[in-house]
């Protein structure tokens, strides 16, 4: 799960009492994916999950904060990790190719040289 998505809000009002646009949790967007592709670059090179732990709890935890294991097992290739690194960053704007993409009257605007950057 993106960090956005461990919050359990995706975008709602984290309080009820509150519910103006900036007390918003993150939405998730097409940088949600490109987490979601990060993790699956991980998980393909080492054979494990990036956050495992045995209770989904800490695993939540770990995820939040955002410290990605390179264990000694893990990626042997810099550009991989260095890849993977840069697809998992806790805000959505960093993430690699996240600026691809801009939402426009409702609908999802390309912007130019798209995914190329990956």
């Given at each position: 799960m993106a960090p956005e998505?461990?919050?359990g809000f995706s975008g709602m009002p984290n309080r009820e009492?509150?519910?103006?646009?900036?007390?918003?949790?993150?939405p998730s967007t097409t940088a949600t994916?490109?987490?979601?592709?990060?993790?699956?670059?991980y998980i393909l090179h080492t054979g494990s999950?990036?956050?495992?732990?045995p209770r989904p709890y800490l695993t939540f935890l770990r995820?939040?904060?955002?410290?990605?294991?390179k264990n000694?097992?893990?990626i042997p290739d810099e550009d991989a990790w260095d890849l993977t690194t840069k697809l998992m960053q806790l805000k959505q704007e960093d993430r690699l190719g996240a600026d691809c993409f801009?939402?426009?009257?409702?609908?999802?605007v390309a912007k130019e040289g798209g995914y190329d950057v990956l």
């Open positions: 998505a461990v919050t009492d509150k519910p103006d646009i900036e007390k918003c949790a993150a994916d490109l987490w979601a592709l990060g993790a699956m670059v999950t990036p956050y495992w732990s995820i939040q904060r955002g410290l990605l294991p000694t097992w893990g801009k939402v426009k009257l409702g609908k999802v």
